[in-house]
């Protein structure tokens, strides 16, 4: 079992930066995939990052590429998203996820494990 807590999460201008901390409870970390998703009202959970095990793999949803990074450390059994250049549309709720492999999925059917999420607000 795993359980996830996301941190980091609050209004931010348009343009600006913000970075979401996601700490995981249990053994064996670095065996687990973890995953960043958000979903926005009315509409459903979308993907946005993905990285594998040891941290040397990673995925990205294209509206995101080139302004977010994920990243881990599993020393301290976190993952990390820094949200860069942030836009309007980046507005929503967004969701730590682990997989019990170590191997990056896009998909939500894909995660066993999920965070209550952490509420992300963008100002224009």
């Known amino acids: 079992q795993v359980q996830l807590v996301e941190s980091g999460g609050g209004l931010v201008q348009a343009g600006g930066s913000l970075r979401l901390s996601c700490a995981a409870s249990g053994r064996s970390f670095s065996g687990y995939a973890m995953a960043w998703f958000r979903q926005a009202p009315r509409k459903e959970r979308e993907f946005v990052a993905s990285i594998n095990g040891n941290g040397a793999f990673t995925a990205y949803e294209d509206s995101v590429k080139g302004r977010f990074t994920i990243s881990r450390d599993n020393a301290k059994n976190t993952v990390y998203l820094q949200m860069n250049s942030v836009k309007f549309e980046d507005t929503a709720d967004y969701y730590c996820?682990?997989?019990?492999?170590?191997?990056?999925?896009?998909?939500?059917?894909?995660?066993?494990?999920w965070g209550q999420g952490t509420q992300v607000t963008v100002s224009s």
């Open positions: 996820a682990a997989r019990s492999t170590g191997a990056v999925s896009t998909t939500t059917y894909s995660y066993s494990y």
